[in-house]
């Protein structure tokens, strides 16, 4: 079975940092593309940062400057990086990867079960 799972989130303040890591497990041989999504209550789901296999990012212009996203492909896993962190950037964040399962033989976008970042005094 193959399977994306998050983890890292916290309660932090303002100004604060935090780590968060995904990582694919399961009969997978490879990870095309990977991102981080949000999504806060009463609001619709945002890409956060994506990252492709060679390493090229791209971030929402509201992070940008303020999280870094990394991959280790030999780990199957990626990085969100989140530095000077503001309230409105209190969500859950979701994981999503196109992860190569080698039961299918073919790519399947999967998506964690989600993290909780709340920035708050």
């Known amino acids: 079975q193959v399977q994306l799972m998050e983890s890292g989130g916290d309660l932090v303040q303002p100004g604060g940092s935090l780590t968060l890591s995904c990582a694919a497990s399961?009969?997978?041989?490879?990870?095309?593309?990977m991102g981080w999504y949000r999504q806060a209550p009463g609001e619709e789901r945002e890409l956060v940062a994506a990252i492709s296999r060679a390493g090229l990012a791209n971030y929402a212009d509201s992070v940008k400057g303020r999280f870094t996203i990394s991959r280790d492909n030999a780990k199957n896993t990626t990085i969100l990086q989140m530095n000077s962190l503001k309230p409105e950037d209190t969500a859950v964040y979701y994981c999503n990867g196109n992860v190569f399962s080698t039961t299918q033989g073919r790519y399947l976008s999967l998506w964690g079960q989600g993290t909780l970042v709340t920035v708050s005094s």
């Open positions: 399961g009969s997978i041989s490879g990870i095309y593309a």
